[in-house]
C-alpha cells in the first residue's frame, strides 16, 4: 500500500481544500483558528516538520466532527506516525491496516478523484500553461499573484498535478510532463461541467474588466438542423485545434490566455 494513504496530513489537506472552495476568502490561518492551534503549527504539520499527539488528533476530530470510527482511524493515523511506544504504534499498524483491508481499492479511486479534480478546477491547467511563459519563477506565491488563487490552493495543486503524473519536481524546478491546456465538452461529467463552469464565470468578469483591445468577445444566432450536430462540434473542435497550433511556438510566451467556445440551443423545441 502506497504510504500517502497512511499519512493523517492529506485528510487535513482535503478538509482545507475543502473549505477554500466553499468560501473563497478563508486560509490557512482561518484553518488554524477552527483546529485551535497556531498558524505556524499547522504550517509545520502539513509541511511534515512537525507531527500531532494523539492527545491534539483526538481534539481536532472532535472539532472536524468525526464519528466514532472516522475519529479512531485518524488518531490511529497519527499514532502510526508519531507514537513515541513501539508498541503503541505497531497496535495502530493493526487497526489501521484492519479498517483499510476493506479501502485498498480506493487507492485507485483516490488517484481517480485527484484526476477529476484536475479536470474540475481551472487552475490546475492554468498552472500547467502558466509554465510556458517566459519569466516563470518556480514559487508558489508567485504563480498564486499571476492566476489570482489563493497559495493554499497552488500548493494543494501542485501536489495533485503531480500526484496524478502530470507535473514533476526536479531540483526544486517544476516541470510539466503534459499539457495542451485542452478540457472536452461532450463529456456528462459533473467535474468538466464544474471546469466550464468556472471559465464561463471568468468570461464574464473579463467582459467588464479588460480593455477591449485585449479581450475578444463575438456572438451569432444561426439556425441549424439536429442533423448538422455532429458536423458543427466537429469543426468547432478542429478549429480550436488549429488555433493553437497555428499560434504555439518553442520561445516563451508574454500571457495565459483561455478560448472557449460554446454552441447551444438558445430557444426550445416547439412541442407537439
Known sequence: MDDRTLDYRHILHKELTDRCESNPRYSLRAFARDLKLSPSRLSE????????????????????????????????????KHARSVKER?????????????????????LQLDSFKVISDWYHLGILELMKVKNFKHDTKWISRRL???????ELAIERLCRVGLMKIEDGNFVAVQSNGWVPGGIPSSSIRKFHRQVLEKALVAMETQAVEERFFSTRLMTLNRSDLPEAFEAITEFQKKFCVDLASESNKELLYCISMQLFKIVEEETV
Open 90 to 110: 505497531e497496535n495502530a499498524k493493526l487497526r489501521v491496516f484492519k479498517v483499510d483491508f476493506e479501502k485498498q481499492r480506493d487507492e485507485l479511486y483516490s
Open 45 to 80: 504539520v502539513l509541511n511534515k516538520k512537525q507531527g500531532l499527539s494523539r492527545q491534539a488528533a483526538e481534539a481536532i476530530s472532535k472539532t472536524l466532527g468525526y464519528g466514532l470510527e472516522e475519529a479512531e482511524y485518524f488518531c490511529d493515523l497519527v499514532s502510526l
Open 148 to 154: 489570482g488563487v489563493q497559495i493554499i490552493q497552488i
